[in-house]
């Protein structure tokens, strides 16, 4: 039997860390763990030990003085002072991978449908965004198969759009109607802060078993702790960045960019940040463009950006939607007035724009778009005298247009919720409303 030769592992013995670094829980003050000891970097998993229960998972959010914040992925049932705190040395990692293609994952990328993840690769869930001298201009066309918004407010491949709407207008099932129509490859969709009862409602009523096959659902319902609603979004996002990077045109929604910013003021506030504007601490308004930037194109292919954005009271200026609105390259207006007329998909396309609608589309689309939306403000303007029946025809050659073409409009502009049409259709459709001029 030769004779054991140590030469090769002295060099990783000397290089190895033969020890681990712990501190012990001093105090729980509502969703923040403190503790004392513990040699860890912001963003680093560490592992909270008690009496021999399997660990609880917690992530380090700051520091005060001598103790170190964690804040839980967790319940925290079970830990008081004394218990042990071990640092992982690294951060949370999630799976990635084609294997993802139909499945329902939570906030930490684990499988909520009893099935495993076989043969999957790991990345980090926060990334910087890309190099901005290496993306790519955006020039393609992502068809959405809805009417309003591929001849309206059309989005680019790369392209970031938000779309705002108070509760129950019809977000969701907008969401759905993209992702079973739209012509990107992948759709990646996480649904941070929802209610348990509409995942599955989701799933099987709005996305369908043909739009899940496709798919990649990330959801961290409003149960879960904070910063498992934040890593549920940055999650969505690096999966949404794995399928990019094999040049894959990448469809990502998150339901909502709202909730994001809500789980994120909760973690700001309970570590003693100061709030600002209506109560929402600085990190919030750090965090929103660190998290949309990680989307558009990249050196190859390109994840185009759906998010929605929930305002308080139908308040268009509210501080998220204020800020989010500078962040992205469009705005799509869902309102309640639209809504309770019938009118699906209740878009207000006189507040709503794409910004690269003009880079990517041609000059007779855009002529015919800015020409109903032309006709639309006019009769907008006089509704008031037409509804009651005070307008006379020849008072305004621009509202006797609008008044002719009124109807043919609005059921262009109308779309059920299982009604598709391919961009081709829907250009050739919005061109024959202004034949007979």
């Known amino acids: 039997m030769p004779a054991f030769d140590p030469a090769p592992w002295q060099g990783k013995i000397a290089q190895a860390d033969l020890w681990q670094c712990g501190g012990k829980v001093t105090q729980v003050i509502g969703l923040t763990v403190e503790a004392c000891g513990l040699r860890a970097a912001v963003g680093e998993i560490c592992h909270i030990h008690n009496n021999g229960a399997p660990p609880i998972v917690a992530e380090v959010v700051g520091f005060k003085a001598d103790a170190t914040l964690l804040m839980p992925l967790g319940d925290l049932v079970g830990v008081g002072p004394g218990c042990r705190v071990v640092a ?20 930490l990328g684990r499988p909520l449908d009893g ?56 977000k969701s099932t907008l969401l759905g109607m993209i992702a079973r129509h739209s012509t990107a490859d992948v759709n990646v969709i996480a649904l941070v802060g929802e209610r348990g009862r509409e995942v599955r409602e989701f799933i099987e009523g709005d996305l369908g078993e043909a739009g899940l096959k496709r798919s990649v659902v990330v959801a961290a319902t409003s149960d879960q702790p904070a910063l498992v609603r934040i890593k549920g979004a940055q999650t969505a996002t690096a999966i949404a960045e794995s399928f990019r990077d094999q040049g894959q045109d990448v469809l990502l929604m998150m339901d909502s960019l709202t909730r994001f910013a809500l789980a994120q003021r909760e973690v700001g506030l309970a570590i003693g940040e100061p709030p600002t504007t209506r109560g929402y601490p600085p990190s919030v308004f750090a965090a929103l463009p660190k998290l949309v930037e990680r989307v558009g194109t990249a050196e190859r292919g390109s994840i185009t950006g759906l998010y929605t954005v929930l305002v308080e009271g139908d308040d268009l200026n509210e501080p998220v939607a204020d800020a989010v609105r500078g962040l992205l390259d469009g705005h799509i207006v869902l309102t309640r007035d639209l809504a309770s007329m019938n009118h699906f998909p209740a878009i207000d396309v006189l507040a709503s724009v794409s910004r690269l609608m003009p880079d990517i589309t041609s000059a007779e689309q855009l002529e015919l778009a800015n020409h109903l939306r032309s006709l639309l403000a006019a009769y907008r303007e006089a509704a008031d005298l037409i509804e009651i029946g005070a307008y006379q025809a020849g008072s305004n050659p621009r509202v006797d247009a609008a008044c002719r073409h009124y109807d043919a409009i609005n059921s262009f502009l109308r779309q059920g919720e299982d009604e598709y049409y391919g961009l081709r259709e829907t250009l050739i459709q919005l061109e024959s409303l202004f034949e007979e001029e």
């Open 88 to 107: 992982t040395g690294g951060e949370q990692l999630i799976p990635v991978g084609p294997q993802l293609l139909g499945r329902v994952v939570d906030g």
């Open 115 to 170: 099935r495993t993840l076989p043969n999957v690769t790991w990345r980090a869930a926060s990334s910087s965004p890309p190099n901005p001298m290496q993306r790519q201009r955006i020039t393609e066309v992502l068809a959405t198969g809805v009417k309003a918004i591929d001849a309206l407010l059309t989005c680019g491949c790369g392209q970031r759009l938000g779309i705002f709407a108070g509760s129950g207008v019809g």
